[in-house]
């Protein structure tokens, strides 16, 4: 039948089964708009505040249901308001599928209105970019890009379409979408071999899970090795709910903000499981001086990630939840009783702890974890909310904690808790933010209300740029330049007009009724959370140090 290239659009979006696209319209993606409108009963399009908002939503859709996320844009601005979600999602290994519209092809090139070469912005944070500039070309190349998106390590993919090109008209013949089969063809036989060898003779292994294991779907798999083995358990920011927070084995985040029992735990075992995890510089501190005592054994979908930032002794190439699932065929039962007492004595010796006088943002947190019963779907912006967010909630399951953890994205948060709800409107979403970061995107609290969603925005409101204050105060000589947010802004009163209903909280006491109140409330609801600004995240490791040398308060003290 012949379509449209603006229908051809809509109608793969249909074939990928997308339900749900956030985005921002503008003159040359006006055609592809107007053909959403006869599918609006099939496809729900999410007009954001900003298209940063778009990407940021796309992102958390995907994160939240293990699905693509779309996002769209006109040119020029609309298309670069887009790239620091593309970014996001590049560096956290999120597939996301950017529709973008250009200015006609007789056009490119000339400088002319809105026009820029965002295939060529995007390039460096994509898996690919497109440019379709002949209407022939248009479908087979929106089929690529989710293939593309969605196969091996996900990631985003941009598909640039010039306007005349969505005006024009061909056959469009329904495909159904290629199956993208779990990576299994570099999985060799001696290398699961060897690994099982490595794991029969440890003493004293640990498990650490990354961001890898959460989008493999692993967490049944890593849950039967590490009890089977009898292991300890950390997991880095991108790892949270690949092992249940609540689990006896479990030990904390690992790195800069981990706990010292992760920190000191790794630094001691004697073999290490790395599960979809890329040793981040946040993770490893001296990557030099990382686990130097435990032979490591690093599991990866993506081979170049072996070896790139800490030497490792085996290593398995394919997707964790396929290698846990050969190794788990041939891994015997195994006690290592004097070992995780060992552990369970650091975690004791080192619990997480906080002033529990006044009103702090663990406090909060752990509260909320009480409230929602460890159910909710968590976001967070960056900073040391989303630091305390990772420290005292819980997280069950898989999908449950939406951050940045690669680009460090402030901002992110509000918009990925708008996706998580659109994509997951059974669960309970919680957006925590620092007020900083609240006020970059704020006005998608009226994106929010548009979309009648019952979704929480905690804003912990220490009226300064918290984590750089802190690394004020520590390495700085508590030369607070330019991170002191000491104007009349009041987040009530911008909840209302956006909206939303504000609740302010000043007290401990307070805390629970309003969260509770928020809870039930029909609507989005901004609960702004007055902490003192000198509160700080520990343990902390400085940036390069020795994992082992985390510190806290009462080392500072010292």
């Not at 009349?488 to 209903?501: R, S």
Request: glycine share 10%; aromatic share 8%.
């Amino acid at each position: 039948m012949q379509l449209t290239g603006s229908e051809i659009v809509v109608e793969c979006l249909k074939e990928q089964g997308v339900d749900t696209v956030f985005g921002y319209p503008g003159g040359t993606i006006l055609n592809v708009y107007d053909a959403l409108y006869g599918y609006r009963d099939q496809i729900t399009h999410v007009l954001t505040s900003h298209e940063q908002g778009a990407s940021h939503a796309a992102d958390g859709y995907a994160r939240a249901t293990g699905k693509v996320g779309v996002c769209m844009a006109t040119s020029g601005p609309g298309a670069t308001n887009l790239v620091t979600g593309i970014a996001t999602a590049y560096m956290d290994s999120i597939p996301l599928v950017a529709i973008t519209c250009n200015v006609g092809k007789a056009l490119l090139g000339r400088d002319s209105f809105q026009e820029v070469d965002i295939a060529g912005v995007v390039m460096p944070v994509t898996k690919h970019s497109f440019i379709v500039k002949e209407i022939d070309d248009l479908a087979d190349t929106i089929r690529k890009a989710f293939y593309i998106a969605k196969s091996g390590r996900p990631g985003p993919v941009l598909v640039d379409i010039t306007k005349d090109v969505t005006a024009a008209k061909t056959d469009y013949i329904p495909r159904r979408p290629a199956i993208v089969e779990r990576d299994t063809e570099n999985i060799k036989s001696a290398d699961i071999a060897a690994a099982i060898e490595m794991i029969k003779a440890a003493e004293k292994p640990f498990i650490f899970c990354g961001g890898g294991a959460v989008t493999s779907g692993a967490n049944k798999e890593i849950f039967e090795l590490a009890h089977r083995i009898d292991a300890p358990v950390c997991d880095s920011l991108m790892g949270k709910g690949s092992f249940p927070g609540e689990d006896p084995l479990y030990t904390g985040m690992i790195g800069m903000h981990g706990t010292k029992a992760s920190n000191y735990g790794v630094s001691q075992a004697d073999l290490l499981i790395v599960l979809g995890a890329r040793f981040s510089d946040r993770v490893t501190g001296n990557a030099k001086t990382f686990a130097n005592n435990a032979k490591i054994i690093q599991v990866d979908v993506d081979e170049a990630e072996i070896n790139k930032n800490v030497q490792v002794d085996a290593s398995i190439i394919g997707d964790v939840k396929e290698v846990l699932a050969r190794i788990l065929m041939e891994i015997p039962e195994a006690k290592h009783s004097e070992w995780v007492a060992e552990v369970e004595e650091l975690k004791a010796k080192y619990p997480l702890k906080y002033d529990e006088s006044q009103l702090t943002g663990p406090y909060i947190i752990e509260k909320l974890y009480e409230v929602t019963n460890g159910d909710a779907i968590i976001t967070t912006d960056v900073g040391q909310h989303q630091m305390w967010a990772a420290q005292y909630y819980k997280y069950k399951e898989p999908r449950t904690l939406l951050t940045s953890g690669g680009l460090g994205t402030m901002g992110y948060g509000l918009g990925a808790a708008i996706g998580a709800k659109m994509g997951r409107p059974d669960k309970t979403v919680v957006n925590i933010a620092g007020d900083g970061c609240f006020r970059m995107n704020m006005n998608e609290i009226a994106t929010a209300a548009r979309c009648g969603k019952n979704l929480i925005q905690l804003v912990l409101n220490n009226h300064v740029l918290g984590m750089v204050r802190q690394w004020q105060t520590l390495f700085y000589g508590k030369r607070y330049s330019n991170t002191i947010l000491n104007d009349g802004v009041d987040f009530v009163k911008v909840a209302e007009a956006l909206g939303a209903k504000g609740i302010r909280i000043t007290s401990k006491e307070e805390v629970v009724p309003a969260l509770k109140e928020a809870l039930v409330y029909e609507g989005p609801v901004v609960l702004d959370c007055w902490i003192d600004q000198d509160l700080s995240v520990f343990p902390m490791v400085p940036a390069g140090g020795n994992i082992v040398d985390a510190f806290d308060e009462e080392d500072l003290k010292k």
